[in-house]
């Protein structure tokens, strides 16, 4: 019973039972400018930390479209880099473009998780390999970019700067036969 009166005890201490006022006062209010310097300093820190990880991903990209046989500039083009990315794992480029719509970007992640899947198999790397890149896209980027595979997919000139093939120029006429002097 002793005990259920202390629970039925107030000392007053954190809660006034008469005053409704809590001793943790909560209405202390930042000022407007304060809001507004927290505001723009996490949207400046946010586009810092995206800035950081665009250039790192696009780095990475390079080096893998260097194994491929691409210029490495086209990972740091924004929409381009997807395009080629789904080129290289055998997809339609277009499908890049397509990721900006709304709704029609969830069926073109799965052609481009298709196309990175492709990659890794056109590197040597097992099938289960595609996991990293949905799971961990930068662990995928890093292994793919950093380890000494080479590209065992047909080998490109550069996607979108196709060559037109060359025929051999005829020569003058045909070649006399060549003769060996006979002594």
Do not use: C
């Not at 896209?137 to 550069?158: E, H, M, Q």
């Amino acid at each position: 019973m002793k005990l259920l009166s202390l629970f039925g005890q107030t000392s007053g201490e954190y809660y006034d039972v008469y005053s409704n006022e809590s001793v943790y006062d909560s209405s202390t209010q930042i000022s407007n400018e304060a809001a507004v310097g927290i505001f723009f300093g996490t949207l400046i820190f946010g586009l810092i930390i995206a800035l950081v990880a665009y250039a790192i991903s696009a780095f990475l990209l390079g080096r893998i479209f260097k194994k491929a046989g691409v210029e490495a500039w086209k990972a740091w083009v924004p929409v381009y880099n997807t395009w080629v990315l789904l080129e290289l794992g055998d997809q339609k480029g277009y499908w890049s473009v397509l990721m900006l719509i709304p709704l029609v970007n969830i069926v073109a992640i799965v052609f481009v998780i298709i196309a990175e899947y492709h990659i890794g198999l056109k590197l040597g790397k097992e099938g289960w390999f595609v996991l990293l890149a949905i799971f961990l896209p930068i662990v995928w980027l890093i292994w793919l970019a950093v380890d000494n595979s080479t590209w065992k997919g047909v080998p490109t000139t550069g996607v979108g700067t196709e060559t037109p093939p060359t025929t051999p120029t005829p020569t003058a006429g045909p070649t006399p036969p060549t003769t060996t002097p006979t002594a």
